[in-house]
């Protein structure tokens, strides 16, 4: 049972332009919700992470904003780079409890 | 300084045979983790240890056995090898197991069954 949805699967944005990748859970439980990147034949690395107390944190040119209500929350690249043309992963987890990651989002930055 | 190392980064066997992935953390975090990553990029819990004890075991084939000798490393062996194992292995670690607690991934062992 797939708890985490990502969309979408891939994206092409322009440098320089917005990039926003979105998540839906399913599982009120969940309580830390963080983004990982990966790049081409390394591991994912933590990105940012929000916990559904706040509605947003912003770090860089990177933000996370969280609906509770709606069960969704979305990373925004401000500013894209090449240099962030990578795979990017939503997770959530409920206290104590695994890591559930979304499918993943190919973004591609065209200079 | 390499945090979280695997070995090999690749490898390429028959089906049926016996292979083992090793994974290192330098970090001195307690808990240890394996994930396969799919050919769609999807990423998996496999096993979980916390100071070398079992903690996750997900429905994984019994031909797949962790161990971890003591908690700065874990192996994975993989018996009778299937064409359907082919993906890329990632070992994992964070202080604890905690699921809000950071996890700090290896680069990965790409195994190919031929």
């Known amino acids: 049972q797939q708890q985490v949805k990502q969309s979408p699967q891939s994206l092409i944005v322009q440098k320089g332009g917005i990039s926003i990748i979105n998540c839906a859970y399913e599982?009120?439980?969940?309580?830390?919700f963080p983004w990982y990147q990966q790049f081409p034949g390394k591991g994912p690395a933590l990105l940012i992470a929000i916990r559904p107390d706040v509605s947003e944190k912003k770090e860089g040119r990177f933000t996370i904003s969280f609906n509770k209500s709606a069960k969704q929350f979305s990373l925004h690249i401000m500013d894209s780079q090449p240099g962030d043309s990578a795979t990017y992963f939503c997770?959530?987890?409920?206290?104590?409890?695994?890591?559930?990651f979304g499918e993943g989002t190919q973004l591609t930055v065209n200079p | 300084d390499t945090a979280v190392s695997q070995t090999p980064k690749y490898l390429v066997t028959q089906m049926g045979n016996d292979k083992s992935i090793k994974c290192e953390q330098n970090l001195g975090h307690d808990t240890m983790y394996w994930y396969k990553q799919d050919s769609k990029k999807f990423l998996k819990i496999m096993f979980s240890?916390?100071?070398?004890?079992?903690?996750i075991n997900e429905t994984v084939p019994n031909r797949f056995s962790p161990k971890s000798p003591d908690k700065a490393h874990l192996n994975l062996h993989i018996n009778s090898l299937e064409l359907g194992d082919s993906a890329v292995y990632f070992c994992a670690s964070s202080f604890t197991p905690l699921s809000n607690q950071p996890q700090h991934f290896g680069d990965g062992t790409r195994l190919s069954i031929l």
């Open positions: 997770a959530a987890s409920a206290s104590g409890s695994r890591l559930t």
């Open positions: 240890y916390n100071n070398k004890e079992l903690i």
């Open positions: 599982n009120t439980a969940f309580d830390y």
